[in-house]
């Protein structure tokens, strides 16, 4: 069974008779379509330009490096050395909960009365 031979070929250039006849049979074809079917494709065509967008746009943003100390303790150090750490460091996590803490409050009677 011998092959369909298709008038396409990639290296013949096309000709303006053939591109004026692509759109009208863009036109024929868009000319069946429903309003139903222009909305769906202009939500679907928003969204990809949205999400192109959205990566274009955070691929330009340039963060700050972060950095983040660590300390390094002895092997050898005691129960009673770790224990006053954590108790040290869980003073300071109190007192900078309070200094929040208050802050927020006068920031509550600040704006208590707006309402």
Do not use: C
């Not at 011998?2 to 591109?19: D, H, L």
């Amino acid at each position: 069974m011998p092959m369909a031979r298709s008038s396409f070929s990639p290296f013949k250039p096309p000709s303006p008779r053939r591109f004026v006849a692509g759109f009208r049979d863009l036109g024929f074809f868009l000319k069946t379509r429903t309003r139903t079917d222009y909305v769906i494709a202009a939500i679907a065509a928003s969204m990809t330009i949205f999400i192109i967008f959205a990566f274009w746009h955070d691929s330009s943003y340039k963060a700050e490096p972060q950095i983040i100390y660590v300390q390094n303790w002895p092997a050898n150090r005691t129960d009673d050395q770790i224990r006053a750490d954590q108790k040290k460091d869980r003073i300071a996590r109190q007192q900078a909960e309070a200094e929040r803490k208050a802050v927020f409050q006068k920031m509550q009677k600040a704006t208590s009365g707006w309402l």
